[in-house]
């Protein structure tokens, strides 16, 4: 069994700065959003999640925010200043990298430049003084698995990005891990290649059944990737989930913008109770919630109040009367639009299908805009936090 438990994790980068002497009750100082106390900057804090045996876990978030810290704390590449990490039933805080049962691919990958595709596949291994017959056979059926086989004999310079990508995936495949640690993998390559690589890693996941903790700043690979995802921001989890659960039921702002392509609309609005329902209005516009909204925020007994109004571009209707706007920017995506309107002093994009014909948007022409009760979301104001969960 390789499930994965982190308790309560911390990580302290030391201050090398000549510490200033403060004064009682001063607030920690933030650099950079993140935490800076007497004991220097706090990059992870209070870091909680259980990964199950065989589950593939997305750690997902902007540059800066402390998802290859915690994934280089699991690796033992950087020390865990306070909490448990455990792989398995074994504590690990003190374990050295080479004992963890752990295989890492990193964003550079890390070739030998001077070995050959096979002997860069089968130098673990061979630190290992397994058998030369194991050995061939793991590396040869690695690198079928990753369609590699034709370059085994080639040196890393003499292939291309996505081919020398596969190297190092088939490196820590051999070594049969019981936990599959990426970083960023994929950020090196061009997008045509990354979607391929993404099938790849889908289709691997599938031949090789290990656990995979998988760090990205791109949202779309950690949706397509990820049986969960953990969002996280300066240092904290922001929420943990499916990807289905994460783009329809944001916990706060931040999820709702960093989840999605394009990004959530937001609006200022008002949350009101009319007729003893909940309704939200925009612009003299007033959208009654939907039933399984209605009742999350009963049994919560929300007040009315001044609301963030997040609604998803393509779940934005053009119609007859609704919130107005003026089309500043039409992009023809195909098979749809992107409208980018000013609309309640703010930029809405706006996803119109084509249906096959073709749509014309003139810049400057004004459009109405609806959506329904059942996509709204509701955000509090001080808080940020989606007031329904």
Same mark, same amino acid.
């Given at each position: ?23 009682? &009750? ?318 309640? &002093? ?16 003139? $810049?400057?022409?004004?459009?109405? $805009? ?20």
């Amino acid at each position: 069994m390789a499930k994965v438990v982190l308790k309560d994790i911390k990580k302290v980068y030391p201050n090398t700065e000549t510490k200033k002497k403060k004064k009682k &009750g001063d607030e920690p100082e933030k650099k950079s959003n993140l935490q800076i106390t007497e004991e220097g900057v706090v990059a992870v804090q209070q870091f909680n999640l259980e990964i199950a045996d065989k589950e593939f876990i997305v750690l997902v978030g902007p540059s800066g925010c402390g998802k290859s810290t915690t994934l280089r704390m699991i690796a033992g590449l950087e020390d865990i200043s306070s909490g448990e990490l455990w792989i398995g039933d074994k504590l690990m805080n003190d374990v050295e990298p080479k004992d963890r049962d752990i295989a890492m691919v990193f964003q550079n990958y890390a070739l030998y430049p001077h070995m050959t595709v096979y002997e860069n596949m089968a130098f673990s291994l061979k630190l290992k003084k397994a058998p030369k017959e194991e050995i061939d056979r793991k590396v040869r059926q690695a690198a079928e698995i990753l369609d590699i086989t034709q370059y085994l004999d080639r040196k890393p310079k003499a292939l291309s990005g996505g081919q020398r990508q596969r190297v190092a995936i088939g490196r820590a495949i051999v070594r049969d891990p019981a936990v599959f640690l990426m970083d960023e993998p994929l950020s090196n390559l061009d997008a045509k290649l990354r979607n391929q690589m993404r099938a790849e890693i889908i289709k691997l996941r599938q031949r090789i059944n290990t656990t995979f903790i998988y760090v990205t700043h791109d949202q779309t690979e950690a949706m397509t990737l990820g049986d969960r995802i953990v969002i996280m921001r300066d240092g904290f989890i922001q929420q943990i989930g499916t990807p289905q659960e994460v783009f329809d039921h944001p916990a706060n702002l931040f999820v709702a913008g960093f989840i999605g392509t394009p990004q959530m609309n937001l609006f200022d609005g008002k949350l009101i109770k009319q007729d003893g329902k909940y309704a939200v209005t925009v612009d003299n516009i007033t959208v009654v919630l939907s039933d399984d909204k209605q009742a999350r925020l009963s049994d919560k007994n929300v007040p009315e109040q001044d609301i963030i109004l997040g609604v998803r571009p393509d779940h934005i209707m053009l119609c007859a009367d609704g919130i107005k706007g003026k089309v500043d920017v039409s992009e023809l995506m195909g098979s749809s639009v992107h409208l980018h309107v000013s609309a309640e &002093g703010k930029d809405v994009v706006v996803i119109v299908p084509t249906n096959g014909n073709a749509a014309h948007f003139p $810049m400057g022409s004004e459009v109405n $805009m609806i959506f329904g009760g059942n996509v709204a979301h509701v955000f509090s104001k001080e808080t940020e936090q989606n007031l329904e969960w």
